[in-house]
C-alpha cells in the first residue's frame, strides 16, 4: 500500500514536468556522453524513454541526500547557477576556491572504489567533466566529487585541480559546438557506462527508429 502510493506520487512529480521548457543550452550532467542524445536534450525533444519508477525513486533518494549533506551549509553556497551563451545547470556546493559536487552510493559501490587499482578519474570521468566544467566557469582553482554511502553515511571526498580537466572540456565543447552549429544530427555514439550508455539513454526507441533499429557502437 504505501509502496503504490509513494510510486504514484513520484509519478504524478514526473507527469508535471512534462512540456517544461528547458534552457535551451548544454547540460554538463551530460558531458561525456553521446553527443546525439546532448543534442536532443538541447533541442527539448520529447523523451521516449523517461525514468522508470524504480529510477525514479534512485533519484528522489540521492535528491534527498543532496538535501541531507546542503543542509548543514549556508544557502548562498549551494545549488549556485552556472550560466553562459552555451551552459546552464546548478553546482551542489561552491566553496573558496573549490566546487563540490554530491554523488549517493549504495554501500558495495562506494567501498569497491576504494579498492586498489580503482582509477577514479577514469571510472567516474563524466562526473569529473560536469564539476570540472561548474569549477571553471566560476573560476574555481579545484573541483571535488563527494560520494555519499546510503547505508552509513560515510563519505570519500576526491579532489583534483581545474586545469588539469581543461584541455578535456575544451576538446569536449569544440565538438558540442560545432554540431550545434552545423545543426546535424549526430551519429550515436554510447561513451559512458563503459559502452551500456544506451541502455539507460532517455532517447533509446527514438534513437532506434532514427537509424533503422541498428544498434550504435560504443566508442573505444
Request: some cysteine; proline content about 4%; hydrophobic content about 30%.
Amino acid at each position: 500500500m504505501i509502496q503504490k502510493l509513494i510510486d504514484a506520487e513520484l509519478l504524478k512529480e514526473q507527469d508535471s514536468r512534462k512540456g517544461r521548457k528547458g534552457s535551451g543550452k548544454w547540460k554538463p550532467s551530460m558531458l561525456g556522453r553521446c553527443y546525439r542524445a546532448h543534442y536532443w536534450a538541447r533541442k527539448g525533444e520529447e523523451q521516449t524513454n523517461p525514468p522508470d519508477i524504480r529510477t525514479l525513486r534512485v533519484f528522489k533518494v540521492g535528491k534527498l541526500f543532496h538535501e541531507f549533506v546542503q543542509g548543514y551549509l549556508p544557502e548562498k553556497c549551494t545549488e549556485v547557477e552556472v550560466n553562459d551563451e552555451n551552459v546552464y545547470g546548478f553546482a551542489d556546493i561552491v566553496g573558496q576556491d573549490t566546487v563540490y559536487d554530491i554523488k549517493s552510493q549504495h554501500s558495495r559501490a562506494f567501498w569497491y572504489m576504494k579498492k586498489d587499482g580503482y582509477d577514479v578519474k577514469k571510472e567516474k570521468y563524466t562526473n569529473w567533466l560536469q564539476v570540472m566544467c561548474y569549477a571553471k566557469m566560476l573560476g574555481k582553482k579545484k573541483g571535488c566529487l563527494m560520494f555519499v554511502s546510503k547505508d552509513d553515511l560515510c563519505v570519500e571526498e576526491y579532489v583534483d585541480f581545474t586545469e588539469n580537466w581543461e584541455e578535456e572540456l575544451t576538446k569536449e565543447f569544440t565538438t558540442l559546438n560545432a554540431i550545434w552549429e552545423q545543426d546535424i544530427l549526430p551519429a550515436p555514439e554510447p561513451r559512458a557506462y563503459s559502452g551500456k550508455e544506451c541502455t539507460y539513454c532517455n532517447f533509446k526507441d527514438k534513437c532506434k527508429e532514427e537509424d533503422g533499429h541498428k544498434e550504435a557502437e560504443p566508442n573505444r
